[in-house]
């Protein structure tokens, strides 16, 4: 025969009312297992078992503590409470922690409860090491904030006043460079440590944040001993029930280092290691913002083009460290002589590429003789003295970016054909160039 047609026997229980109910009864409450506690509508016990009479110290009138006697609205709202964290003070061991189920009691003939029972359980112990815990966990995120330069904060409305209230982690103090034992953050306090470019940004941003329901941002601040940080911002809206905003809340981030590395590697991207220049693929970017600017405006410009002369000499006999210096040094002097609208930037080897912005090629053949002056004027080191041969070429209706490097190449090949330490213009060469 299986299991499931085995018959079953129903539970014997005591007959209601009888003496074996009535000692089944008294042995439960009076247990020492758990606190049985009975109080009337004034919040006195008419009944405690052993354990309530201990734990609660309970005398022979029948007063309880006042955090228990509390539990007497019980009777009067008629709803039970399931799990109630109830903290008793004590002189000597501080705080005792009690979890508590109530019910009300009816007896028969009443219209509403009388009396409330209460089941009482010392939790202490159990709180106690939650609460280390928590404090534990508290720590380690304090610590791994701090380590990676994030705080939090909130902002509220006190009911009372109205006031808006700005709450800051010990992080965000440290971000701000702030003494969290002197200054009370506000939000006009905070405002004020933003940078003060950034400022209309970031009011546009916190404007918005009420239909956003909450923004992100990165922006600049001052602290008080005039450093500036970069941090990133992130705040979101709590609303309530009614769908009113409740408060807002966020992070903080010191993202300094950060930015400062994607500034380098930026820089890395778009400059020469050498001679600290644009490099050629920065270069070609500058060109095409600058023919865009010609087709869409009319706005001029040329290029010039030139390299070293007899540069290949200077590293055969000198070495390449030398040539190195070479190039570094006529950098520094070049870049001393340009316009602030013109750029600069190694081609390629010893060849470099000046953008004059905003003129043509006689503007741009000014600008050539001043780099070739500017090359020749003092000896370089060991090396002696360095000259340069330079090509250029203006941007033409029609022309394009190839058609414009070609005219500039085929003008610097004239200069070295012409002797050197010259500069040539495209539009002297005869018909069909100089190659």
């Known amino acids: ?3 499931r047609s085995k018959p079953t026997r129903p539970l014997s229980r005591p007959d209601p009312g009888s ?3 009535a000692a089944l009864l008294r042995r439960v409450l009076g247990s020492s297992v758990v606190a049985v506690l009975v109080l009337d509508r004034c919040g006195q016990a008419v009944y405690a078992n052993g354990q309530a009479v201990e734990e609660l110290g309970i005398g022979p009138a029948g007063g309880v503590p006042a955090e228990i006697a509390a539990f007497r609205w019980i009777a009067v709202t008629g709803k039970a409470l399931h799990d109630v964290r109830c903290a008793l003070p004590e002189a000597e061991d501080g705080t005792r922690v009690l979890s508590i189920n109530a ?5 028969d003939g009443e219209s509403a409860p009388q009396r409330v029972v209460l089941s009482i359980n010392d939790i202490t112990e159990q709180y106690s090491y939650y609460e280390q815990a928590l404090r534990e966990s508290e720590q380690r995120l304090e610590e791994a904030q701090q380590i990676a330069r994030l705080g939090h904060w909130f902002a509220y409305q ?3 006043s109205g006031r808006q209230r700005l709450w800051w982690s010990p992080v965000i103090y440290d971000i701000f460079g702030r003494d969290p034992q002197r200054f009370v953050p506000s939000f006009r306090r905070y405002l004020r440590s933003i940078h003060p470019d950034d400022r209309p940004m970031l009011r546009a941003r916190l404007a918005n944040a009420s239909r956003e329901d909450g923004y992100e941002v990165e922006h600049r601040i001052v602290r008080p001993d005039g450093g500036v940080r970069w941090i990133r911002e992130r705040g979101k809206l709590e609303h309530d029930a009614s769908g009113r905003r409740r408060r807002m809340f966020g992070t903080v981030q010191d993202i300094t280092e950060q930015k400062e590395l994607q500034r380098e590697l930026e820089r890395r991207a778009s400059h020469d290691p050498l001679t600290e220049l644009y490099n050629r693929a920065k270069l070609q970017q500058l060109l095409h913002s600058a023919q865009a600017a010609y087709r869409r405006h009319g706005t001029p410009f040329a290029i010039v083009l030139f390299d070293v002369d007899h540069f290949k000499a200077v590293n055969d006999r000198w070495g390449h460290t030398a040539g190195d210096a070479v190039l570094w040094e006529l950098a520094r002097r070049i870049s001393g002589v340009l316009r602030e609208t013109d750029e600069l930037g190694r081609w390629g080897g010893e ?10 090629e006689a503007g741009g053949a000014e600008l050539a003789e001043r780099i070739r002056r ?4 003092r000896p370089i080191g060991q090396v002696g003295t360095v000259t340069v041969s330079l090509g250029v070429a203006g941007i033409e209706p029609g022309a394009s970016l190839e058609t414009l490097e070609h005219r500039a190449d085929q003008a610097l090949y004239a200069a070295k054909a012409a002797g050197r330490n010259q500069v040539c213009r495209y539009a002297s060469l005869p018909a069909g160039g100089g190659r």
């Open 1 to 3: 025969m299986s299991d």
């Open 19 to 21: 003496a074996e109910e």
């Open 103 to 107: 019910e009300p009691l009816t007896e």
């Open 158 to 160: 006190e009911r009372e």
């Open 351 to 360: 060849e470099f590429l000046a953008l004059a912005s905003y003129t043509d």
């Open 374 to 377: 500017s090359a020749a004027e």
